[in-house]
Structures are given as C-alpha cells and as structure tokens.
Antibody, heavy 118, light 107 residues
Framework: QVQLVQSGAEVKKPGASVMVSCKAS????????VSWVRQAPGQGLEWMGW????????KFAQKLQGRVTMTTDTSTSTAYMELRSLRSDDTAVYYC???????????WGQGTLVTVSS | DIQMTQSPSTLSASVGDRVTITCRAS??????LAWHQQKPGKAPKLLIY???SLESGVPSRFSGSGFGTEFTLTINSLQPDDFATYYC?????????FGQGTKLEIK
C-alpha cells in the first residue's frame, strides 16, 4: 500500500527557513502529484500548494507565494517543501498528501511539527 | 478563492445515532468534493471523494451526497471510533480549500 513518510520535527527561529521531506513508497511516484497542507495548533486544515511529481508543475496558495518552494526528486520518490522567512504564525504541523486528482488527497504523511520561536 | 462552510461546528451524538454534516461551497464545484476524518494527533484520512464515492476500506455506514454547492456527509449507526473531526474539501479549482471542520462529540 502507499506510504508517505515525512521528516522529523523542526524548531526554527523567526526569519529562518525550513525544509520538510516526504518519501513515498508503494506506488509509481510520477503517476500523481503531492499537495502540502498545514494545521496550526488547534486550528483547521490549510492547503499550501501542489506539485506534479511527473513534470514539476506547481500551484501555490497566494498568501505563501514567494516564500514557499516545492520540489521533487524522482530518483528517491521524495517530495520537498521549503518555507522561508519563517514567522511565529508558521508554527504548525505540515502534511504531505498524495494527490490523484479525481480521488483527491488519498494518502497522507504522518505530519511534521515545525515550531517557530525565538 | 472558493469558500467552504460546514455546519454544525460541533455535533453531539450517541453510539448508534445517524448524523449528517453539511458543507456549502461559495460557488459551484460540480462533484469535486472530498470528506476527511481527523482524530487528535493524527493525520487526516480520506473517507469520500467526488462527493459520493467511498474510499477503499472505509465502512459503508459513511456516505456522501450533493452536487454544485450543497453537500452532506451522513454516518449511519455511529460507532465509538467515529468520534472525530470531519472536514470537507473542494478540489474543483486551485487553491484547494477546506471547511472549518465539524467536531463530532459523544453525548
């Protein structure tokens, strides 16, 4: 079955950058896209963006444009999300999810807690 | 951006009850609507996609319906494992957007 395994928790200072990885197994990586979703403490889900694992096309939430980069490494079936110029309100659990289009976000990583604190 | 509004925000129910959660989109999203279940400290789990298609492995007591701007998630004969938070999500167009969530509590 499909499994998405994310990198471990991070603590960063305001203004720093963070990169979260998401390694996929159990299916052909280039057959789908990867969406990234975050959840601030006690809050709901916020979609951040999407990347095609096939050709690298991306879509981003407008509020994150210019601060976020999403990439993939097809040789290792890994997706990456980098968020720059971190602020305290970027503190959240970050999830990757397999995005199959028709079947929506069908499989989720376990989540990565990113804490931004001085 | 398409706004997704869920109701109610909190729902109290008992084991065995039938419950319905509603999700409204600010514009038509055809059938591009998913429902996710999330338990505390866990990642969301896809239950329903394309408004009414049951994800593989999800119990048949879960069902979804709707088209355009109005959608519902129904859970028949609530089980103890169903007490969680439920989110609708549109994937008709970018940016994808989620409802604010409905917390299903034990009465």
């Amino acid at each position: 079955q499909v499994q998405l395994v994310q990198s471990g928790a991070e603590v960063k200072k305001p203004g720093a950058s963070v990169m979260v990885s998401c390694k996929a197994s159990g299916s052909t990586f280039t057959d789908y896209g990867v969406s990234w979703v975050r959840q601030a403490p006690g809050q709901g889900l916020e979609w951040m963006g999407w990347i095609s694992a096939d050709n690298g096309d991306t879509k981003f939430a407008q509020k994150l444009q210019g601060r976020v980069t999403m990439t993939t490494d097809t040789s290792t079936s890994t997706a990456y999300m980098e968020l720059r110029s971190l602020r305290s309100d970027d503190t959240a659990v970050y999830y990757c999810a397999r995005d199959l289009g028709v079947t929506a976000l069908s499989d989720w990583g376990q989540g990565t807690l990113v804490t931004v604190s001085s | 951006d398409i706004q997704m509004t869920q109701s109610p925000s909190t729902l109290s129910a008992s084991v065995g009850d039938r419950v319905t959660i509603t999700c409204r989109a600010s514009q038509s999203i055809s059938s591009w609507l998913a429902w996710h279940q999330q338990k505390p400290g866990k990642a969301p789990k896809l239950l329903i996609y394309k408004a009414s298609s049951l994800e593989s492995g999800v119990p048949s007591r879960f069902s979804g319906s709707g088209f355009g701007t109005e959608f519902t998630l129904t859970i028949n004969s609530l089980q103890p494992d169903d007490f969680a938070t439920y989110y609708c999500q549109q994937y008709n167009s970018y940016p994808y957007t989620f409802g604010q969530g409905t917390k299903l509590e034990i009465k």
